[in-house]
């Protein structure tokens, strides 16, 4: 190889091979320091962008499992007024056998009817409840979406509980006292109970289905995330691998620069 001093080939191959060494430790450094392997999106462009629309699909379903947990909540207020509505139709048709007894006197059956004066506006007031200002009881239907693409043929319908109704809630228990036989009546009563009874049923029919709703989220939100960490999060034995590598070649690489940088003083002696 000839001597020369204006061009130090040797010197350029070091210096450039030490800048790669020393790009690719400050890469691991990076990765190690944030924990993932995308730092800049030249890193990974194609795993970064699948990775945004990953999380962006995460993020929608842990909101989804949110809106379950607030309709599960709103189900479960509304059973309990069913509960109650049930409590006090059950002690309505006792009234109702109890004021029959031809041994009770006329002050026995003022007391009864005292009752269930009290317990009819009870049975009213519980038709007005409400859920963070949303009635818990009416005609019309809501929808709770449970999919992340909000689709409307996979939703969850939260049927209308129409308690106030006669034909199909309570509205029926409307006698003015127990005597009022033209409006109260055993079966009357009973039709009554039977209607809070399939409301009770149908309002656990949809807890259950939410409740299977959110369990296929928070697994499919599981497996997403261990997705999206596939992709973005540094595997920190190998990248502690790669920076003992590239601190080694750095070291190395700054140490044959030096000599190559000084192999041109060949060039003095000779000129000496």
Known sequence: MSVVINTNYSARVAANNLATSNQMLQNSLNRLSSGSKIVNPSDDAGGLAVSMKLSATENRQT????????ATSLLQTQDGALQVGGAILNRVSELETLYQDPTKNSSDLANYDAEFTQLQSQLTALTSQ??????????????????????????????????????SGVGSINASAISSLSQLSISTITSAIQNVATMRAVNGAEQSR??????????????????????????????????????????????????ANQSAQIAL???G
């Open 63 to 70: 909101a989804l499992s949110n809106n379950i947990g607030d």
């Open 130 to 167: 409400t859920f963070n200002g949303v009635s818990l009881f009416g005609s019309a239907s809501t929808t709770v979406d449970v999919t992340d693409d909000l689709s409307s043929s996979t939703a969850v319908t939260l049927s209308g509980q129409a308690l106030s109704s006669t034909a």
């Open 210 to 259: 939410l409740s299977f709703a959110s369990s296929l989220l928070t697994t499919n939100s599981t497996n997403l995330a261990s997705a999206i960490s596939r992709i973005s999060d540094v595997d920190v034995a190998q990248e502690t691998t790669n920076l003992a590598k590239w601190n080694v070649l750095v070291q190395s690489g700054t140490s044959m620069l030096t000599q």
């Open 269 to 271: 002696k000779l000129i």
